[in-house]
């Protein structure tokens, strides 16, 4: 049985590179990887959730109405991760998955309780009633917000935007929110959400992206060496 996983943090985590690099070492210990960077602007929804990023909806919408296209988009992969999970060394890696509705839609709502309520709500909706696989592990990467839009601030220019932070990004009040609604869910997942921190002992700098990799690897090397049929050890 093969491998899903999904890579989650807050904006300018450095999500995309851990997810390439790890696509390399699966790739070259002989798995068989899909890597797909979540929400597919190029997708059948992503003009709908690029137009929400870019403040063109307002900026007060409902969490439950704002995850619906993030959760539909992901609803169009279910039959391709299905397959990854079928093969004796597939591995369907995710750059963002659902976490990123609980905590980037969590950080609208004021309560622990709000957003507990919330998070099981989604589940429910996208994992029961629509069916979307949920993924075997998730690596969450927290920036403190501060270093996080400074990070967003290196990025290239995006598709669905042509501002330097979208309505997310640009909120360093919705960055902390969604920052501390990550890690409740991290708390609440203790069994899937692997937390690996991504940021030096100052706060301030982000730790050699090769390091935080070699953590990554460590952290799933149980679920990979229990789960796949692999032509040799995964680099660590």
């Excluded at 990550?182 to 090769?210: S, Y």
């Amino acid at each position: 049985m093969g491998v899903f996983i999904s890579i989650e943090g807050g904006d300018g985590a450095g999500k995309g590179t851990q997810a390439r690099l790890l696509t390399q070492g699966l790739q070259e210990a002989g798995a068989e990887v899909k890597l797909e960077a979540f929400p597919r602007y190029s997708g059948p929804l992503g003009g709908i959730i690029g137009a929400y990023l870019n403040g063109d909806y307002g900026t007060s919408n409902h969490p439950v109405l704002a995850s619906l296209a993030y959760t539909f988009d992901r609803s169009l992969v279910t039959d391709e991760i299905r397959h990854y999970q079928q093969l004796s060394n597939g591995v369907y890696l995710a750059d963002r998955f659902d976490d990123s509705n609980d905590g980037h839609q969590g950080a609208k709502l004021a309560t622990k309780e709000e957003r507990l309520a919330l998070f099981e709500h989604l589940k429910n909706f996208e994992h029961g009633t629509i069916g979307v696989p949920e993924p075997d592990k998730t690596i969450l990467l927290p920036v403190p917000p501060a270093l996080a839009q400074e990070n967003i601030d290196k990025k290239n220019a995006r598709s669905y935007t042509n501002l330097t932070r979208d309505m997310h990004e640009a909120d360093t009040e919705h960055l902390q929110n969604a920052y501390d609604s990550f890690m409740l869910l991290a708390e609440q997942n203790p069994d899937r959400i692997i937390v690996i921190d991504p940021v030096e002992a100052d706060r301030k700098t982000m730790r050699p992206m090769e390091e935080i990799q070699t953590d990554i690897r460590r952290a799933l090397l149980p679920i990979l060496t229990e789960r796949l049929e692999l032509q040799r050890p995964i680099e660590t």
